[in-house]
């Protein structure tokens, strides 16, 4: 299991909590971690305008490369993946109100200047969304 200061580390090397996300489970998902990363990249601080967590978004894109479905007329794989994520989603909301990035950061928004630098002053991107990325990697060891 990674921990937050893993977590901090590779947002101290320059990696966003989405492509955490994915890297993490690239191996059981048959993908390399530079394909995992890069398929990941744009979605880090809500797709970098406070929308929804890259966290999030990232775990969803692990449920869909595990589950989903890509061939046509297989109703069963589909609804396994949506059964996935319906559980994912139930056990976030446990944890988190929201899975927007911004309510999650208590409305200051990573694209807003003045946002970054209340966060940047309260150390939120390394404390607050390590354990979120954690958080999230604990359901879907749980759930996959």
Do not use: R, W
């Not at 993490?24 to 744009?42: H, P």
Request: aromatic fraction near 8%; proline fraction near 3%; charged fraction near 20%.
């Amino acid at each position: 299991m990674i921990t937050t200061n893993e977590v901090a580390e590779l947002f101290a090397q320059g990696f966003d909590c989405s492509q955490v996300i994915v890297s993490y489970f690239a191996e059981d998902l048959g993908i390399d971690d530079k394909t995992a990363k890069k398929v990941s990249a744009c979605f880090g601080g809500g797709m970098f305008e406070g929308n929804v967590c890259g966290a999030y978004t990232g775990a969803l894109m692990v449920i869909g490369l595990k589950y989903g479905h890509c061939e046509p007329n297989t109703p069963d794989v589909k609804n396994q993946n949506i059964a996935k994520l319906v559980e994912f989603k139930q056990k976030f909301a446990e944890k988190h109100n929201s899975c927007v990035c911004e309510n999650l950061l208590g409305g200051l928004n990573l694209s807003i200047p003045k946002d970054m630098e209340v966060l940047a002053e309260k150390n939120t991107l390394m404390t607050f969304c390590p354990q979120l990325v954690v958080d999230i990697i604990e359901i879907l060891e749980e759930i996959l």
